[in-house]
């Protein structure tokens, strides 16, 4: 069975598109979800990633979600061999493997079958102290220096893929950019949608999902889980919103710096929607779909363009590469 590969920016309503597409074709065959955002692979953050909560995923079967504890380091390598072990064993039962998530790294390491460099435990732990002691924008100088193309697409803040891109360039003696991912044929001949609409009108939803996050507990949230160990996990500590709550809590708290975690959380999810765009729309096998308005009529014709991009690939042998956007 030829899977499904929906992704896009952050709130542009992938979950709820793969569960309408599983709804669809629930009277013709099973569809399993596979999930590939790296946050909701842990246990507890569910309000923060906007993860479906159990007693709304309409009896579709769903995997990596909350498959890690939150003081344990995601590791794209270690997603790729179980999902990709996963995808291959739905469909070798008959159904359809339909993987659904924003993490670029994550659904690109699956497509194309991403070999990663070997790591050097020395190498990395001596560029981890390095970023402890001297932070993350001199790290980042320091890679500027080493090799400028990396550099030029790992953001000065984002320490771990500075650290990253210095242990492959030292262990490896060549740039960072000769260990990534090459686009091809996509593994398994899987079809490739992305969602996306109006930079206005995802700005707007992004305020309102803000709002709702905090509104409905995300602070209570990350109170739980920082007594469970947060503030220890590598990754999981620096998800959006998790971040700038656990900063403004150790501020003190007050309603004004819980205001302001709300607007960096946001601030912080118009940036990475943009980092998303500029990574997603370089792939000229991504079929593209608007979504528009969440209108039960513009839902039921994001399904109908899904379907016929997936049976048009599949009846042609090939992944769509139109663009409707």
């Known amino acids: 069975m030829r899977p499904i590969t929906i992704l896009g920016p952050t709130?542009?309503?992938?979950?709820?598109?793969?569960?309408?597409?599983?709804?669809?074709?629930?009277?013709?065959?099973?569809?399993?979800?596979?999930?590939?955002?790296?946050?909701?692979?842990?246990?507890?953050?569910?309000?923060?990633?906007?993860?479906?909560?159990?007693?709304?995923?309409?009896?579709?079967?769903?995997?990596?979600?909350?498959?890690?504890?939150?003081?344990?380091?995601?590791?794209?390598?270690?997603?790729?061999?179980?999902?990709?072990?996963?995808?291959?064993?739905?469909?070798?039962?008959?159904?359809?493997?339909?993987?659904?998530?924003?993490?670029?790294?994550?659904?690109?390491?699956?497509?194309?079958?991403?070999?990663?460099?070997?790591?050097?435990?020395?190498?990395?732990?001596?560029?981890?102290?390095?970023?402890?002691?001297?932070?993350?924008?001199?790290?980042?100088?320091?890679?500027?220096?080493?090799?400028?193309?990396?550099?030029?697409?790992?953001?000065?803040?984002?320490?771990?893929?500075?650290?990253?891109?210095?242990?492959?360039?030292?262990?490896?003696?060549?740039?960072?950019?000769?260990?990534?991912?090459?686009?091809?044929?996509?593994?398994?001949?899987?079809?490739?949608?992305?969602?996306?609409?109006?930079?206005?009108?995802?700005?707007e939803r992004l305020i309102l999902r803000t709002k709702a996050m905090f509104d409905h507990g995300l602070i209570e949230e990350v109170l739980s889980l920082l007594a469970r160990g947060l503030a220890k996990g590598v990754t999981s500590s620096r998800a959006m919103g998790y971040a700038q709550v656990i900063a403004a809590l150790k501020a003190g708290g007050g309603a004004r710096a819980l205001d302001d975690a709300r607007r960096k959380t946001c601030l912080a999810t118009r940036r990475y929607v943009r980092r998303q765009r500029s990574w997603f729309r370089r792939d000229h096998r991504v079929h593209w779909i608007d979504v528009g308005t969440a209108s039960a009529s513009q839902r039921a014709a994001a399904v109908t363009a899904a379907l016929q991009a997936w049976r048009r690939a599949s009846l042609n042998g090939q992944a769509a590469v139109s663009q409707t956007t």
Request: with cysteine.
């Open 11 to 203: 709130g542009t309503g992938k979950s709820e598109l793969a569960l309408d597409i599983a709804e669809h074709l629930s009277s013709k065959m099973t569809v399993e979800i596979v999930n590939a955002d790296a946050y909701q692979l842990y246990r507890g953050m569910d309000i923060g990633t906007g993860k479906v909560p159990p007693v709304e995923r309409r009896g579709v079967p769903h995997h990596h979600l909350d498959v890690r504890d939150i003081t344990e380091t995601a590791s794209v390598a270690t997603y790729q061999q179980a999902a990709a072990a996963d995808i291959e064993a739905i469909a070798a039962r008959g159904a359809l493997p339909l993987l659904v998530g924003g993490s670029m790294l994550y659904i690109q390491s699956l497509l194309d079958d991403w070999s990663f460099p070997v790591r050097d435990p020395d190498v990395r732990a001596r560029w981890e102290q390095r970023l402890s002691e001297v932070g993350a924008v001199r790290l980042h100088a320091e890679l500027v220096r080493r090799d400028p193309a990396a550099a030029a697409v790992i953001p000065l803040t984002d320490g771990r893929r500075t650290v990253r891109a210095l242990e492959v360039v030292e262990v490896s003696g060549r740039p960072f950019a000769a260990s990534a991912p090459r686009i091809g044929k996509p593994r398994w001949d899987s079809v490739i949608l992305g969602l996306d609409c109006d930079t206005k009108l995802l700005d």
